[in-house]
């Protein structure tokens, strides 16, 4: 049986700017993603969410030999009906993606293995009174526990279940990495590892899958 694969993606964008980053190639994206880019008055901000949505347009329609412009997403949220939920590919259900945004590092993954979540975070945005009261289990706060670790973990977990943060990160322990695991009770178990981030950044990517390790290619 092959290994689970997952292909992953992480740039920084203000050291590693894509072509189209600057707005030039924005048609390529659907109405709801040019009304969320449109929203975001940082300029910094800006430029991170069109160079994810470009990159993940792009990667999507290389593996599918369809224009990126082309490609059809479905974000209805399960609690409002809103186009804000996990994006799940209308054209071909069976290629599964992620998105995460922290400042200016962005990361995309893929995967035909199962339901995937990878998520970025940095490390000064875990740096705050109360974190441990909102992201860690009562049994993890007696210190140490990376606060930045912890969190992407856990978050990559729930977006992999699309469930997100309807399920409160401090309700279950930071899963081990590379271990099976059933993070939500009644829910499929999954398997979260680390994955390399720019300096100051965490992130770690989660597959939905078959006991055994899987394969992360990064790109």
Not at 6 to 27: C, F, H, K, M, Y
Not at 185 to 205: E, F, K, N, R, Y
Request: aromatic fraction near 4%; include cysteine.
């Amino acid at each position: 049986m092959a290994e689970a694969l997952v292909d992953l993606w992480v740039r920084d964008t203000a050291v590693d700017p894509d072509p189209g980053q600057d707005g030039s190639d924005a048609g390529s994206l659907d109405e709801h993603e040019r009304e969320r880019w449109s929203r975001l008055t940082d300029a910094s901000a800006a430029r991170a969410y069109l160079a994810l949505h470009l990159l993940a347009r792009s990667e999507v329609g290389r593996l599918l030999g369809r224009p990126p412009g082309s490609l059809r997403f479905d974000r209805t949220c399960p609690d409002c009906d809103r186009q804000h939920g996990r994006p799940l590919l209308v054209d071909d259900p069976g290629l599964h993606l992620s998105l995460s945004r922290a400042g200016t590092v962005v990361a995309l993954a893929l995967s035909r293995s199962g339901a995937v979540g990878v998520d970025v975070e940095q490390g000064a945005g875990t740096r705050f009174e109360g974190f441990g009261q909102v992201a860690l289990h009562p049994s993890e706060r007696e210190g140490g526990v990376d606060n930045a670790l912890a969190w992407v973990r856990k978050e990559a977990c729930l977006k992999a279940l699309g469930v997100g943060l309807r399920v409160e990160p401090a309700s279950f322990v930071t899963p081990r990495a590379g271990v099976l695991t059933e993070v939500v009770g009644g829910m499929p178990s999954l398997t979260v590892v680390d994955i390399d981030a720019p300096a100051g950044c965490a992130a770690a990517v989660a597959l939905v899958s078959r006991p055994g390790p899987f394969e992360v290619r990064h790109h």
